[in-house]
């Protein structure tokens, strides 16, 4: 089958690290006879560099023509450092989630054995970790208007506006990863103190009759982000709102101490779209030492969520099994005995093709 990827490599290691992925899926495309075309856009402060805007109409455009959405990293530093600065690179993002309607964030969480002692938990709480967080991501506080400050300055507000039908929309998502997983799902809210919270629980418990076969159970966000340092390995699926799911994410991507292993997929209503969890790292940019993996998982996940190629999607993820089994990893896993970006990206490649 023939295939169009639309491919956006961002700032900082985004583009090394998306040449690798680009790689192990040219070496997927050989072996089981597909063509990907992959078609180049620009995201981020490299498009602001070039065009005025994070997020252009033509990468837009290329976004919504693609079969998928393969996505680097967004962020430089020298807008963080700039209070004032126009136009900053996370705009861009927050576009491109909004005009793409991604509004279902999928992150899984779980553990590579080679990887447990780097968890800053004890290995028995972590061992067996293996849940999902699924954020909404194009409502609440990041969006809801009106926002702004008033006419002195001293006063600041957002809004966190939910419609029933963003909440249906999410839930349903939710719901359906917790059929094809251990049927446990977790609302995380603070309905105790929010309005929209107890709009998201009084749908979710209308909505969990037409599910019986899923056992749902309600968690403040408070008590949420404790249990997931006390006792991850009890989460199977879990969903929540924009601002309280960006948090969460943060929380659960270090539990495990792969960090640079996840991949996350974001569900759209135009396509879909697939990253790294960790971001730009600046400091290691055009240095080839970043790790390649999350972005190779996240082309993994493509293909099994995005493409419906399942034993392609599984061929890489046993080929990034057998790297870390035989310790054939980047700095940050193995400082000692570290391999380069592209060591790593094209040794799985040639794993799957001798497959
Ligand atoms: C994320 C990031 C973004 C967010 C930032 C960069 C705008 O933290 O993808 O989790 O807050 O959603
Ligand atoms: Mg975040």
């Given at each position: 089958m023939n295939y169009t990827i639309a491919t956006l490599p961002g700032d900082g290691i985004g583009p090394e690290i998306m040449e690798q992925a680009v790689g192990v899926l040219q070496a997927v495309a050989e072996k089981y006879g597909h063509t990907f075309d992959f078609r180049y856009g620009h995201a981020g402060a490299i498009a602001i560099d070039k065009t005025?805007?994070?997020?252009?109409d033509e990468t837009f455009q290329l976004c919504r023509e693609a079969d998928a959405v393969l996505f680097g990293a967004i962020g430089d530093p020298k807008y963080d450092n700039d209070?004032?600065?126009?136009?900053?690179?996370?705009q861009g993002l927050l576009a491109m989630r909004k005009q793409l309607g991604l509004f279902a964030n999928i992150r899984p969480v779980s553990t590579f054995p080679a990887l447990i002692?780097?968890?800053?938990?004890r290995k028995e709480l972590v061992e067996g970790v293996d849940f999902v967080v699924i954020r909404e991501l194009t409502?609440?506080?990041?969006?809801?208007?009106?926002r702004g400050r008033s006419e002195d300055g001293t006063k600041a507000f957002e809004t966190n506006l939910y419609s029933k039908e963003e909440i249906v929309r999410i839930l349903e998502v939710a719901f359906r990863y917790a059929g094809a997983r251990n049927r446990r799902l977790t609302v995380v809210d603070k309905a105790n103190v929010l309005v929209t919270s107890r709009l998201w629980r009084e749908t979710a418990q209308e909505m969990s009759k037409d599910h019986p076969e899923i056992e749902v159970d309600y968690l403040f966000v408070d008590n949420a982000a404790m249990q997931i340092i006390q006792n991850p390995a009890r989460f199977d699926v879990m969903v929540t709102e924009n601002m309280f799911g960006d948090i969460l994410t943060d929380e659960a991507s270090v539990i495990t101490g792969s960090m640079g292993l996840l991949p996350s997929a974001s569900e759209g209503l135009l396509t879909s779209l697939f990253e790294p969890?960790?971001?730009?790292y600046p400091q290691a940019?055009?240095?080839?030492?970043?790790?390649?993996l999350a972005m190779i998982l996240s082309a993994a996940m493509m293909l099994e969520s995005g493409l419906g190629l399942q034993e392609e999607g599984a061929l890489v993820r046993e080929a990034v099994d057998r790297s870390l089994a035989e310790g054939y990893v980047t700095e940050d896993i193995d400082p000692a005995h570290a391999r380069s970006t592209s060591e790593v990206g094209n040794r799985i490649a040639s794993y799957i093709r001798k497959k």
């Open positions: 005025g805007d994070p997020f252009p209070p004032k600065a126009k136009v900053r690179p996370e002692g780097k968890s800053p938990l409502g609440g506080s990041y969006f809801g208007e009106p969890v960790h971001g730009s940019a055009g240095r080839n030492i970043a790790n390649p």
